[in-house]
């Protein structure tokens, strides 16, 4: 039975490829082209070799980017089916990028009560380490979870720690690149969602 609905956040419940990629440019004075900014997420987006964010100063960055990042404004089919799924389920947010930026977003579209943690780059580097972060403090393990997101990476490391993955195509990556991940499922809207986690594994 799930408890839990664990949520990425970038390209799932707010699109940012755009945001990031003009943001990383005036930041770091590189352009990442859209191919190299998908290829990053193939992987832990720490780990990617690309020569242009190597040296890249993440808590600079999410410092730059925080006060466009935490006054985006959420959509409301994206808002209206959280609060509904927290009716049933506890909502937890695993990102790489900023939990405080992410959490003051929350908090500006009046949503931050219905998620009981959020946990970013602040946390750690590693998703994989964040999942079990989140299974030693909230009573959690691979089997009474569902993880959601939009990149072959995500579901690469949800996989190593045996946690079940919805993608969704409509963020960074395409269904034929998330097919290399084998999730659980793939949707194509948010609302889709709901009847999954309803139906259980
Ligand atoms: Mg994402």
Known sequence: MIKAIIFDFDGVI???FEFHRSKLKAFTG???SEKNYKDIHD???????CDVLLDTDW???ITFIHPEQSTMKITDEIRQVLIELNQKYELF???SGSAKNISDYLGNNGISNIFTEVLG????RSKIN???MLFDTHGLCHDNCIFITDTLGDILEANKVGVETVAVDFGFHS???LEKGNPYRIISRFSELGPIVDAGF
């Open 121 to 124: 780059f602040e946390n750690h």
């Open 93 to 95: 947010i695993i990102s």
């Open 175 to 177: 269904r034929e690149r």
């Open 30 to 32: 590189n352009d990442i």
């Open 14 to 16: 707010h699109d940012t």
């Open 130 to 132: 964040k999942f079990k």
């Open 59 to 61: 808590a600079g960055y």
């Open 43 to 49: 992987g832990n987006f720490y780990d990617s070799k």
